[in-house]
């Protein structure tokens, strides 16, 4: 990450994606009817449902610490994955499903915009982040 | 392979890059039909996939990954984690390099004040390779010893002479090398013992003032803080810094042990708008000072230099360098006796690097090791006939009484040592002094690092090790039977002959 735009434009998708996945935690945790719903639908009624909430939650809280942001980004693009992938087998897309469905990817969509322009910070895949070998002129020349 | 047992990795990598696919699908489907709990196990499988085939397909820069997908990757995470792997678990306490662990562990000790005593023996080898002290029949108690005084400028008779009473001088370290916080507690500690500290070729030493220890100045290749706009002297700077209460000495630096021919060198991650602006030097770029300084192109003019920066700080000043070639350092002694001019002090540092950044080449395999420089120089100067002219400095990895007594048998008249007293101030030898990084914040520009240096208790623990190193000097003195470290010479060592002093033992 080098650029302030880049920077910008970062915490921009952090807080789009903190903030939709954080105003769904209440219908989560206050287990709302439709809430309660889709998770029966899925079979994972109640526990899925507090497990999923509270695996949200913590992807909020480090999406915004400074050091933790791609570990956030990171748990919730998976979370965001595991969520559309209902939508694909189980929940459909149609009436207001398709306005869930399309918030996940929203939050996907942020989530992979963060990972990619914070890429470097990764843990593991400081191997493969060292630039392309640039060229260098004979000393004399 | 010579073993059934063998694992064959390049086996096992086909079989993992096909099984990853494999088993993302059998998850999904596992997911989809019996439990959506199974999706848990499908999300982090599919991210593996992706990036799989990212190593294998879309990266070009790794081979090893572009032929064996993620389990390639295993290789880098073990190797980053070696080295301290390695420290922590595997490396012997002799082994590390360039100072092992008890090494370290007795300057640490020294600098806390606990009991340096070891039990059971000594850790090092004996059959050939260790240089000792040879103990006289009839030691002496330390009521004989006679104090410490070495005073620079007496040959010349002029007013301001300086006399060290600490025969451990702290080594040229620029504010630049190290952070501010390092700088005063080194300044700070070494003012409460009266020793005297080396400012480095930093340009103005502002922190290096502020604790009010005496100061020897360095002049560097580059001059930072006296360099006119050519690169040549600035007369009027030198005079205006050589006038400061605190300076009381000036040392010109033709090379420097971590990279002797060559300049110093600033990496640019530790060049802070402050560091550039007392040094005079742009940001953002590596700063290499010249590789020697433009008035000294020959013996001759060498010498004349020494005696002008003499004549305008009216100052001692003395030469620091690393030996090359002791013909040459002969020809330079022999150029001073032929101008009857002669620098206060020789400072002969060691090859074996320092604190600075240098290219790898230069702190493996330019200069000569610190022991047989200084023999060397030692006996240059006798032969000349002119070692009573001046006095010896030696550096070079003396953080140790057992190696600084050598070092005076050898002709040296005092120690100095840097990374002895960063090791004092809690240097853990995490050896990342060039990248502005340093964990412990001691050649760190950065203030969270800088942060773990409580100034106070640091500088305790400098006078601490000092006095300590003074302690064991007079133990090692009285052992030796010698009243001070001019009775000590060359025959009070056993040089066994797998050492580089052994040529010197046996000289026709």
């Known amino acids: 990450m080098k650029s302030p735009k880049l920077k910008i434009l970062s915490w921009i998708a952090q807080f789009a994606a903190a903030a939709i996945m954080g105003q769904t935690l209440y219908f989560k945790f206050a287990a709302h009817p439709e809430s309660v719903q889709l998770f029966t639908e899925l079979g994972m009624e109640p526990h899925g449902r507090l497990l999923i909430g509270a695996f949200e939650l ?38 207001p499903r398709l306005q869930l469905g399309s918030l996940a990817i929203a939050v996907f969509a942020c989530c992979i915009t963060t990972l990619i322009i914070r890429r470097r910070e990764l843990p593991l895949l400081k191997a493969i982040q060292t630039e392309k070998p640039t060229k260098r002129a004979r000393p004399k020349d | 392979m010579s073993t059934k047992l063998a694992i064959n990795l390049h086996k096992l990598a086909r079989f993992t890059n096909t099984a990853i696919p494999i088993f993302t699908l059998l998850s999904f489907l596992a997911g989809w039909r019996i439990s959506f709990y199974f999706h848990f196990l499908t999300v982090p ?53 360039p100072f092992n662990r008890t090494e370290r562990a007795e300057v640490y000790r020294k600098a806390n004040n606990v009991d340096s005593a070891s039990s059971f023996g000594s850790q090092n080898d004996f059959d050939a390779t260790e240089v000792k002290l040879r103990h006289s029949l009839f030691p002496i108690s330390k009521e004989n010893l006679l104090p410490y005084r070495l005073t620079f400028g007496e040959e010349r008779g002029i007013q301001k002479t300086y006399t060290l009473t600490v025969p451990f001088i702290i080594s040229g370290m620029s504010y630049g090398a190290l952070g501010k916080s390092a700088i005063r507690s080194l300044a700070r500690g070494i003012a409460q013992t009266g020793g005297l500290m080396n400012t480095g070729e930093g340009g103005y030493p502002k922190y290096h003032l502020m604790e009010n220890c005496d100061l020897a100045f360095q002049i560097g290749t580059a001059k930072f803080g006296v360099r006119q706009e050519d690169g040549t002297l600035d007369d009027q700077r030198l005079a205006d810094l050589a006038a400061k209460d605190q300076v009381r000495l000036i040392e010109l630096k033709l090379s420097q042990g ?101 290219p790898k080449a230069f702190i493996d395999r330019v200069g000569m090791p610190l022991f047989p420089a200084l023999k060397s120089a030692q006996d240059a100067l006798v032969s000349a006939g002119v070692r009573q002219r001046l006095k010896l400095v030696a550096s070079g990895k003396l953080i140790n009484p057992g190696s600084q007594i050598i070092a005076f048998c050898l002709g040296a008249d005092a120690i100095a040592t840097a990374r002895g007293f960063m090791l004092s101030i809690g240097c853990i030898q995490a050896m990342q002094c060039g990248s502005n990084t340093c964990p412990v914040g001691i050649t760190s520009h950065n203030p969270k690092l800088e942060r773990g240096i409580d100034i106070a208790d640091k500088a305790l623990r400098v006078a601490n090790y000092v006095h300590s190193l003074e302690h064991d000097l007079d133990e090692l003195l009285c052992a030796a039977g010698a009243r001070c470290v001019r009775e000590l010479s060359f025959d009070h060592l056993y040089v066994p002959n797998e050492t580089l002093l052994y040529p010197f033992a046996h000289r026709i």
């Open chain 2, 258 to 358: 971590a990279k002797p021919g060559k300049g110093g060198m600033l990496p640019k991650e530790k060049i802070t708008a402050e560091i550039s602006e007392l040094r005079g030097v742009p940001m953002g770029q590596d700063v290499v000072s010249p590789t020697h300084h433009p008035e000294c192109e020959d013996y001759h003019s060498t010498v004349a230099f020494i005696r002008r920066i003499q004549e305008v700080s009216h100052l001692p000043v003395g030469i620091k360098l690393c030996m090359g070639d002791p013909r040459q350092f002969a020809e330079l002694v022999a150029e001073m006796k032929r101008q009857d001019s002669f620098p206060d002090w020789i400072t002969i540092d060691g090859a074996e690097g320092g604190t600075g950044a240098a």
């Open chain 1, 58 to 95: 913590i992807a909020c809280v480090l999406l915004l610490i400074p050091s933790s942001i791609v570990y956030g980004a990171l748990l919730g693009a998976c979370l965001m994955a595991g969520a559309i992938i209902g939508h694909i087998t189980e929940l459909g897309w149609e009436g």
């Open chain 2, 45 to 97: 499988m599919i991210g593996l996939t992706l990036i799989n085939y990212y190593y294998l397909f879309a990266q070009r820069n790794h081979s090893l990954l572009r032929n064996f997908g993620i389990l390639g990757q295993g290789r880098y995470m073990l190797e980053s984690l070696g080295p301290e792997l390695r420290q922590y678990l595997y490396s012997g306490d002799t082994e590390e390099r």
